[in-house]
């Protein structure tokens, strides 16, 4: 039997999902990317150490959404860029149109978090970073689910 430290992650996996729900659904898929030193993408668009990218066929080019990285080909101020977006960097993949996706933790060190949140991104922006996230008892905030 595999253990839980030698299985490989399920983000990737959850991120080609989404995108193809996206996708299938007539919605724009976005992604939110915490900005380092191992991700390529256009620094004057980075603000607070974070960049949303458009990661739709109609704003991309060459576009794999591989197990390690995202990688695709795209205009930024009419000039083109190439991006590589290490997995473990995306803290989100949502639609625009409505906020519906999954928000991914991210650790400052780049360490393997094991532990995922489904979430309506537009609801969680007014949720505490610093608190744990109770089960919802109003119908305004959703209860998170946990992913191992």
Known sequence: MISA???????????????????ENG?????????DASVQ?????VQGGEIVL????????????GNDFIEFKARFGGKPRDIMVPIHRVMAIYARENGQG???PI???????TTLSAVNLNEAQSMPDDEPTPPSTSPSRPALKRIK
Request: charged share 20%; net charge negative; proline share 9%.
């Open 5 to 23: 430290t030698e299985l490989p992650s399920t983000r990737p996996y959850l991120i080609r999902a989404l995108y193809e729900w996206c996708s």
């Open 27 to 35: 919605f724009t898929p976005y992604v939110a990317v915490k900005v």
């Open 41 to 45: 993408v256009p620094r004057e668009y």
């Open 54 to 65: 458009n990661v739709s066929m109609d704003a991309t080019s060459s576009l794999k959404l």
């Open 102 to 104: 999954m928000a991914f």
């Open 107 to 113: 650790t400052e060190d780049g360490a393997p978090v």
